[in-house]
């Protein structure tokens, strides 16, 4: 994959297995940051408030430079960290999962409780819409009025996403274009005649 891209997914997604008498209902969320993690755990606490255990695992940013995994109240390391495992098998960043266990009497012991977590977390990944996004650059570019043809020509060639545009004597256009090829297009416009500010 490229640098500038990473793998998300495109919408929360959910299943539930069965182990032993003791039932899992896995979720995976797309979230942003952890104030999304927050509210989405909390939601599911409140949901299943009769539940044994909330375990979960989360990844944020394009290359999944922050995370956390969490056995809440399972033997160490036998929850959180086979999600995590599996957030990091599939390559997957900027997504929460949680597994919500109901225990059923019977106790899985550790090598038990660590199957079942990690395929809990397979089981909704293989469930859910797997997207491939890029890691963009914003920057603005300003010009004037003359340059405006040549600008145009370059978005049109380049194709950034324009975020918003003023017209004036002044030009100003806010572009977001995928890292990669930012430098490519930021020195296009400056040799037309555009500043640029990031």
Known sequence: ???????????????????????????????????QIREALEALRKRYFDATHHCY??????????????????????AGKPILGQLLSHELTDCL?????YFGGTKLGVPGLIAAYKESAKQVIEEAT???KTVDRLFTAHFPYLAMNDVMRIV????????????????????????GRADVVIEKLKKVGASISE
């Not at 919408?11 to 899992?24: D, I, L, P, V």
């Not at 060639?157 to 890292?179: K, S, W, Y």
């Open 1 to 35: 994959m490229a640098e500038d891209s990473y793998l998300t997914i495109e919408a929360a997604t959910e299943c539930a297995s069965r182990e032993r008498s003791s039932k899992f209902l896995s979720y995976i969320y797309p979230v942003q940051n952890e104030e």
């Open 57 to 78: 695992a989360w990844r944020l940013g394009p290359r999944g430079e922050q995370f956390r995994a969490n056995d809440d109240g399972e033997p160490s390391g036998t």
């Open 97 to 101: 999962i949680v597994v919500v266990r």
């Open 130 to 132: 797997i997207i491939e």
């Open 156 to 179: 049109k060639e380049e194709q950034p996403r324009i975020r918003g545009q003023e017209f004036d004597n002044l030009c100003t256009m806010h572009l977001t274009v995928r890292a």
